[in-house]
């Protein structure tokens, strides 16, 4: 009896022992299983979240969303689980970098400029994107005539999203003759350029037209210069619409009252064949519309000659005069070249050899023209007025260069 006891007290406490081996370790829930990541999976994970290489990132530029999207991770198992990620260091991946083209503020598109002149171009940018512009963006060229320009020059201050800079570099134009662009971009602190539209893909420009100038003529010291101190090299002409006076160092042209005729007077300086004439104007008070001023040059007698007009409004204009007829060689032009408007100061040249024509504003060639009809003769000084009752104009200086050997 008591074996029996024994081996069934044996047989009980094996089974307990059983049993025990089965039992859940809490709350009846089965234990989650750990993923294990293979090796493309690790090596995916570990490059999303170490400091970028040393070579630069790609980054596809486009109109960022109001907020930017949160990233995901995958675990091992189908189900997306978010997961926490901090933004790499030095990558543009959290906000997208944009530019808007709002104005030239210098140098509109086809300005003229001398050869080897000094400009600044200034172009108003807006930020569309979602980054914010500072000192470490940058101004940069990357394609076209270059003018001398700096690059990259970096942005002062900081611009946010929705604002608005303006942009400047330093240029120097071409040598020569010719329309030239230069196209620029946004460079931001990873090194990646950005422009306008759509896709962030366009650049802005400089566009100007290089124009001969007076410098190119190679004149030398003038022939005969007046700095107008004294009248003694003119006829002061006084008649019912028309007076010159001499005074403060300046010979001033007065028309009285609007009408259709121009009115000059004649230096008392010979007839001359081939030669460039200049002279500075300073225009009054009131100035607007057609009323215009200029020179008289190759004048065989007071009533003949050809005559370069300058308007308030910024057009030019070269006729013929043969005391009965008007012939226009160049109707009424607009140029960028004159300075419009009231107490403006304007330098008015045209040159003269043989058949050969050219006249010039400030520097600037306007245009060429090729005529016989006066050969030689002398140069006086024109006013008249289209809108402005005593219109003056004063003449600051006068000057010729006898190109007779050259």
């Given amino acids: 009896m008591k074996l029996h006891l024994r081996i069934l007290s044996i047989i009980i406490l094996i089974s307990i022992l059983v049993a ?27 490059t999303a979240t170490s400091v970028p290489p040393t070579t630069q990132p790609m980054v596809t530029v486009t109109q960022a969303p109001a907020t930017p999207t949160a990233t995901t991770a995958t675990t091992a198992t189908s189900t ?35 050869p080897a002149q000094d400009f600044t171009k200034t172009w108003r940018l807006q930020n569309t994107g979602t980054c914010t512009w500072t000192s470490s963006y940058a101004l940069t060229f ?13 942005l002062t201050g900081t611009t946010a999203p929705g604002n608005s800079l303006e942009v400047s570099v330093p240029l120097k134009s071409p040598g020569t003759a010719g329309t030239y662009q230069g196209n620029w971009k946004l460079r931001n602190p990873s090194g990646v350029n950005f422009g306008t539209g759509t896709n962030a893909s366009q650049p802005f420009y400089v566009l100007i037209n290089v124009v001969e100038g007076v410098s190119q003529l190679n004149l ?5 210069t007046d700095n107008m101190d004294t009248a003694n090299n003119w006829y002061l002409l006084d ?3 028309t007076k010159f006076t001499q005074g403060d160092g300046k010979l ?43 020179l008289l040059a190759r004048a ?20 013929t005069w043969d005391g009965k007829n008007y012939l226009a060689l160049q109707e009424w032009h607009s140029t960028s070249s004159i300075h419009t408007g009231a107490n403006q100061t304007n330098i008015m040249g045209i040159w003269m050899k043989g058949t050969n024509l050219r006249v010039y504003a400030n520097g600037f060639k306007l245009a060429e023209f090729t005529d016989s009809t006066y050969t030689q003769g002398q140069f006086g000084l024109v006013i008249g007025s289209t809108d402005t009752n005593n219109l003056t104009i004063s003449v600051d200086q006068v000057a010729y260069w006898d190109l007779s050997g050259k």
């Fill in 300 to 319: 065989p007698d007071t009533n003949n000659g050809y005559v370069l007009e300058f308007s308030c409004d910024g057009h030019y204009r070269l006729y």
């Fill in 252 to 294: 001033v042209m007065t028309a009285k009252s609007p009408s259709s005729g121009d009115e000059w007077g004649l230096s008392n300086k010979p007839s001359i064949k081939d030669y460039y004439l200049q002279a500075t104007f300073i225009t009054g008070g009131a100035c607007s519309g057609l009323d215009h001023y200029g």
């Fill in 239 to 241: 008649t019912a619409n």
């Fill in 142 to 154: 990357v394609s076209g005539e270059q003018m001398s320009g700096a690059s990259p020059l970096p």
């Fill in 80 to 114: 997306p689980v978010p997961t926490a990620t901090s933004t790499p260091v030095g990558t543009p991946a959290s906000c997208t970098d944009q530019a808007k083209f709002m104005e030239d503020v210098t140098i509109p598109d086809n300005t003229e400029v001398l």
């Fill in 220 to 224: 030398g010291p003038a022939t005969w």
């Fill in 20 to 46: 025990g081996c089965n039992m859940p370790t809490g709350g009846g829930s089965t234990p989650t299983q750990i993923p294990v990541l293979t090796q493309a999976e690790a090596t995916e994970q570990e």
